[in-house]
């Protein structure tokens, strides 16, 4: 039998744990396959992308991914880098929200957009009386009967505007770059919908799951939450991209079409003649293959084009310790909208994991932009370097030149989880089973962190090569 030809569009995680479990299915199923991975720049790896520079660990995209969603952990411990992961440094677990002139801790038992804890919340400095006493009032109000609603109205609705504005906002702003009166709670954050519809009070609900589960995701209590490389998000890429069978990796090969051919696909672009596939995985971003689908499919390619994207920008900087007041006993702050501050967050890089600094320094990483200011990625590196300084002056004290800079900017990077998201998904999922052989992966769908684009991959290539 000839042996079964697959394309995979695009080399960031999703494409690599994609092909990588198109590669596991094989063996175990005894299917010859002849795989090709296109990639449009000349490096795998998509958004995550580690540099070492004067014995700091730079990460210029994602620094972890999360333990709790099951699908990364599991691709560790099969591809045999399990031991490579590293904790973070929960000492220091503790997250500062900048607000007024002053860096207030994020209160102890704080769940993203609710307390659980009842005496760290009635002492915590980040709140007026009025906001926590608004709080309180979860205990009390009925349930909601909106049924896509966004993350901003659910917040406001349930625990009150400061809830929304000192907490919730910035942190949903770390993680999305998006304005939470945007996004949708169904398809970002669709346990906090669930506590409502099932226990109705978010803090009650919240409490009781903490009873039932004290501290353990699925991960089990080995790790924490959030985990990492010894040397960085880049050995996922090497540890996936070294699985692959020799020569399938095509880097410089941007993908600028995708037809039907006969039975299977013919893919367009790159400089030699175009690559003939049985199946196909576009695992580049959506507006990408909305952009390679628009003549094999017009009305997917709509919807896949309809999915919006935020900009945004790292800006990480070294410095040797001491010119670094404070203790820095924390894994760094967020920065609520209401401040009118450039900064999204800052990441105290080298307390949150080990091996980020030389002995003596620290590496704070700033991130900037998002959907809510993404003028400031119209400022030059120069600039950019100068704002995240002028904020680390004022938040930290740190007055002196820092040691190393560097500056990622990640345009169009991070898919916006609108209200209408799901529905939207769930109709270009019904386009695109239409079309046989090809199949859609990637963070623009559901979820987009690193568990989440492994499990999109792997998925699309079950179902490619015929496993689901
Ligand atoms: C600044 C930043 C910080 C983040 N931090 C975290 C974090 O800490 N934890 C976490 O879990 N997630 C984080 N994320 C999200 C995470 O990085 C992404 O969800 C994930 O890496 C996306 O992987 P992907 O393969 O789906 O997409 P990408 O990494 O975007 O890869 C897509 C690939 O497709 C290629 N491509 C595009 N067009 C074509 C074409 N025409 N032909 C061929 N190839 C093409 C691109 O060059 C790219 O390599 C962060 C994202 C950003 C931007």
Redesign the pocket.
């Known amino acids: 039998m000839a042996a079964l030809k697959l394309a995979v ?9 994609a092909a990588h479990r198109a590669v596991e299915l094989s063996r175990e199923r005894a299917v010859e396959l002849d795989l090709t991975l ?4 000349d ?6 992308a580690t540099e070492r520079a004067g014995g700091f660990l730079v ?8 333990s709790e969603k099951p699908r ?1 952990l599991d691709l560790c411990r099969r591809l045999g880098v399990e031991d490579r992961l590293i904790r973070t440094d929960d000492r220091f677990r503790k997250v500062f929200v900048w607000r007024a002139g002053g860096l207030h801790p994020l209160p102890d038992g704080f769940q993203l957009l609710a307390p659980t804890k009842l005496g760290p919340f009635v002492k915590s400095g980040l709140f007026s009386w009025r906001g926590k006493l608004r709080m309180a009032l979860d205990l009390a109000l009925p349930r909601g009967t909106i049924d896509d609603e966004s993350l901003g109205a659910f917040v406001r609705r349930r625990l009150g505007r400061e809830a929304l504005d000192r907490v919730a906002q910035p942190l949903v702003a770390g ?1 999305y ?1 998006a304005d939470p009166d945007d996004l949708s709670l169904t398809a970002t954050m669709p346990r906090f919908g669930e506590l409502e519809r099932r226990e109705r009070s978010i803090i009650l609900g919240l409490w009781r799951a903490g009873r039932k589960a004290p501290m353990t995701g699925t991960s089990g209590a080995r790790w924490s939450l ?1 985990v990492t490389f010894a040397n960085g ?1 880049e050995e996922l890429v090497s540890a996936l991209a070294s699985r692959l069978p020799p020569g399938a990796v095509r880097v410089k ?4 079409g995708i037809e039907r051919h006969g039975r299977g696909w013919r893919l367009g ?1 790159g400089l030699g003649p175009p690559v003939e596939a049985d199946r196909v995985i576009v ?3 959506s507006y ?1 293959a909305s ?2 689908l628009r003549y094999a499919d017009p009305a997917l390619a709509t919807l896949l084009g309809e999915i919006p994207y935020a900009s ?3 800006v990480t900087l070294g410095y040797r310790r001491t010119d670094v007041p404070g203790p820095l006993d924390a894994f760094g702050f967020v920065v609520p909208r209401t401040e009118g501050r450039a900064l999204l967050a800052c990441t105290f890089s080298s307390v949150k994991y080990p091996g980020r600094a030389p002995e003596g320094h620290v590496l704070l990483r700033c ?1 900037v932009g998002g959907a809510m200011n993404e003028d400031i990625l119209g400022s030059d590196d120069g600039a950019l370097a100068l704002t995240a300084r002028d904020e680390l002056r004022q938040a930290l004290g740190v007055t002196v030149e820092p040691v190393l800079t560097r500056i ?1 900017r ?1 345009p169009k ?3 916006q989880y609108q209200v209408g998201h799901c529905a939207r998904v769930e109709a270009l999922e019904r386009c695109a089973t239409m079309l046989p052989g090809l199949h859609l ?4 769908y559901r ?7 492994v499990r ?2 792997e998925e699309a290539a079950d179902r490619a090569l015929g496993a689901s």
């Open positions: 569009v695009g080399g960031g995680v999703t494409g690599l744990a296109l990639e449009a720049r490096r795998l790896g998509g958004t995550i990460e210029a995209g994602p620094d972890s991914f999360l990364a993680i770059t959030f998000m090969h941007r993908v600028d672009g695992a580049a971003e990408t952009r390679l945004s920008a790292t991130f990622a990640w990077a991070m898919p992966a990637g963070g623009a979820g987009v962190g690193i568990a989440d684009c999109s991959g």
